[in-house]
Nanobody, 124 residues
């Protein structure tokens, strides 16, 4: 069993930044592929970013490339999502997810463990 706890969400103006964190416990963190997903009101949960177990490889949905950066600190059992140049369409609940699987995972059904989510609101 893996427990994931997100933090760092909030209200930010367009063009602003937030750093989301996800602390993991319960399994060897370095063996987990990690991902961030987001869900806007009335929409399905969508993939945002994923990072390999060692942190060498990353992948992003096109809409966040160049603005978001996923990273991890295996010594702290934590994965991060640095979000820059935020837009109103980035508003939603951001979820951290963990999987014991391939190098990078974009599909939400392949993630077994999920956090409770943290709200990000981009508005002036």
């Amino acid at each position: 069993q893996v427990r994931l706890v997100e933090s760092g969400g909030g209200l930010v103006q367009p063009g602003g930044s937030l750093r989301l964190s996800c602390a993991a416990s319960g399994r060897t963190f370095s063996r987990l592929t990690m991902g961030w997903f987001r869900q806007a009101p009335g929409k399905e949960r969508e993939f945002a970013a994923t990072i390999s177990r060692g942190g060498t490889y990353t992948d992003y949905v096109d809409s966040v490339k160049g603005r978001f950066t996923i990273s991890r600190d295996n010594a702290k059992n934590t994965v991060y999502l640095q979000t820059n140049s935020l837009k109103p369409e980035d508003t939603g609940v951001y979820y951290c997810a963990a999987a014991e699987g391939p190098l990078l995972i974009r599909t939400k059904n392949e993630y077994r463990y999920w956090g409770q989510g943290t709200q990000v609101t981009v508005s002036s």
